[in-house]
């Protein structure tokens, strides 16, 4: 008999999006190209990089477990206090931890459908219901349908802002509206992993100066290229933080990391690069959709979701087999989409010549 439970393995384990290496390895490619996790093509900042290597001298201490130089900076950046600050090793362990302090068995949680597919595990570990609501037909949250949704028993809705997978925006009127129906019974999530490549409006921080019922998750790992060292942050009301700090294990962030985070927030420099290298490439790959017909969704993220007009599968493979990765949108729930990250411009040349011809195969 097994003692493990039945609900954490109905789990789908999470699919990331091929590493190179793995790539190379099975295809026996010497150049990969990764447009597949929403990863920063610039790199980390050269100055978090130096940060890392002085911090790695002091790798045999134990990080400051109330990284407190972090949330200071990012309280001072949102005009807020430190005690509304949430650090979490990547924001991944931050939805984690917001499931585990806020659900118990039979809660509810509303989501978008299709959306990013973490939430999900933060209700399937607290044998939580996950109420699924379809994106409208823009590919945007249906925030009048979700609100339609929430319940008495409802305690998380999950709103991304922009949106993983499609890359779209909710409105600040249609979310001012949206959570002015959210009873004080439900705790509203606005994750803006993708916030910096703004603007964006509405903007999560004002909801928690304003002393609403809102949750704002933001990451290290996209704009300011970390992915790899795992740092994701928030702000809440300091009953949320604190609920958090008595739930996460003590030394999640590492010491690294926090030297990272620390630094990576005042290269404004890399920050703005990043940005104008997003904004040109997102340009750019809608331009090369457009040539072959497809329709890229206007995205304001680090990403963009193509719509092929048939199944996208056969597109993905033929473009792996180029070395060139980017996601296939069956699993993410838009099996005629592809979902591509921005690249270098090196990069898109690579997926340029790549799409080419995967579709005069795929036909
Ligand atoms: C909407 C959204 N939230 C959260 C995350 C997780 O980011 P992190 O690397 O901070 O865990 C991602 C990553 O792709 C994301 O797209």
Redesign the pocket.
């Known amino acids: 008999m097994s003692t493990l439970r039945a609900n954490v393995l109905r789990m789908q384990p999470y699919v990331p999006g091929k590493p190179i290496e793995e790539v190379q390895r099975e295809l026996g490619l010497s150049s990969v190209v990764k447009l597949a996790?929403?990863e920063n093509p610039l790199g980390p900042s050269p100055k978090a990089v130096a940060a890392v290597q002085e911090a790695a001298k002091r790798m045999h201490v134990y990080p400051d477990a109330s990284g407190h130089a972090v949330k200071q900076k990012l309280a001072e950046k949102a005009g807020l206090d430190k005690c509304q600050v949430l650090l979490?090793?990547?924001?991944?362990?931050?939805?984690h931890l917001l499931g585990l302090i806020h659900l118990e068995k039979g809660d509810e949680m509303v989501v978008a459908d299709p959306?990013?597919v973490?939430y999900e595990a933060a209700a399937h570990l607290a044998e939580a219901t996950l109420v699924k609501v379809p994106l409208d037909h823009s590919l945007t949250h249906d925030l009048v349908a979700m609100a339609d949704a929430v319940t008495p028993r409802t305690k998380l809705v999950f709103v991304?802002n922009?949106?993983?997978?499609t890359g779209t925006v909710v409105s600040k009127e249609a979310f001012d509206a949206f959570l002015d129906r959210i009873p004080e019974t439900a705790t509203v999530v606005l994750?803006e992993?993708?916030f910096e490549y703004g603007p964006q409006s509405p903007d999560g921080v004002e909801y928690v100066k304003a002393g609403r019922n809102v949750v704002v998750?933001r990451?290290?790992?996209?704009a300011y290229g970390l992915?790899g060292i795992?740092?994701?942050y928030g702000f809440a009301d300091a009953s949320v933080v604190d609920a958090v700090d008595r739930a996460r294990e003590p030394f999640d962030v590492n010491a690294l990391a926090q030297a990272a985070a620390v630094t990576a927030l005042d290269d404004t420099e890399h920050l703005d690069r990043s940005r104008q290298v997003n904004t040109s490439g997102l340009a750019r790959i809608t331009r090369i959709m457009a040539c072959h017909g497809f329709t890229a969704v206007p995205s304001f993220?680090n990403f963009i979701c193509v719509d092929i007009g048939r199944p996208a599968q056969p597109v993905f493979e033929a473009l792996l087999r180029q070395g060139v990765v980017v996601r296939a949108g069956g699993p993410l729930g838009l099996p005629n989409y592809l979902r591509i990250s921005v690249g270098t411009d090196a990069e898109i040349d690579r997926l340029e010549e790549a799409l080419a011809s995967a579709v005069s195969v795929t036909v």
């Not at 979490?88 to 939805?95: H, P």
């Not at 922009?162 to 997978?165: A, K, L, R």
């Open positions: 996790s929403n979490g090793n990547g924001s991944d362990e931050l939805i959306t990013f973490r991304a922009p949106h993983n997978p994750d992993a993708y998750l990451t290290f790992s996209k992915a795992r740092v994701g993220a």
